[in-house]
């Protein structure tokens, strides 16, 4: 069984890293409950953890990628940069991967296969 490689994407920005895996998986939660703490949740980690990343990422672009709804009590929704820069960096994922086929199967030929099961 040949292992399974996956490329993953961080994107800098003036030597700072601004975009990866993670912010981009955290976005999508958000996208798809509608909550800050839900996506935090969903990921593993604290609410503060969560809107500490979003807080950091909304101050990166020129316009906030989470919009949430004033005076508190929960909700939350990506702005059309948020899905913007989600598209984006999911596009660019899937050209990475194209472009680095070749590389990666040879790659994954010179990685130790996972050993079997001890049968029972």
Do not use: C
Not at 23 to 34: D, P
Not at 81 to 86: F, I, K, L, Q, R
Request: hydrophobic residues 40%.
């Amino acid at each position: 069984m040949t292992p399974a490689l996956r490329l993953t994407l961080r994107i800098d920005v003036n030597g700072h890293p601004t975009l990866g895996h993670g912010k981009i998986r955290l976005l999508e939660h958000v996208a798809a409950t509608g909550s800050i703490s839900a996506a935090g949740r969903a990921m593993g980690m604290s609410y503060r953890r969560a809107w500490l990343l979003i807080d950091a990422l909304n101050n990166q672009f020129i316009h906030p990628l989470v919009e949430t709804k004033p005076g508190g009590g929960g909700g939350a929704k990506l702005s059309e940069t948020g899905h913007a820069v989600v598209d984006g960096y999911r596009a660019a994922e899937k050209e990475a991967m194209a472009g680095a086929k070749s590389s990666l199967t040879a790659l994954a030929g010179l990685v130790k296969r996972p050993e079997k099961a001890a049968a029972s």
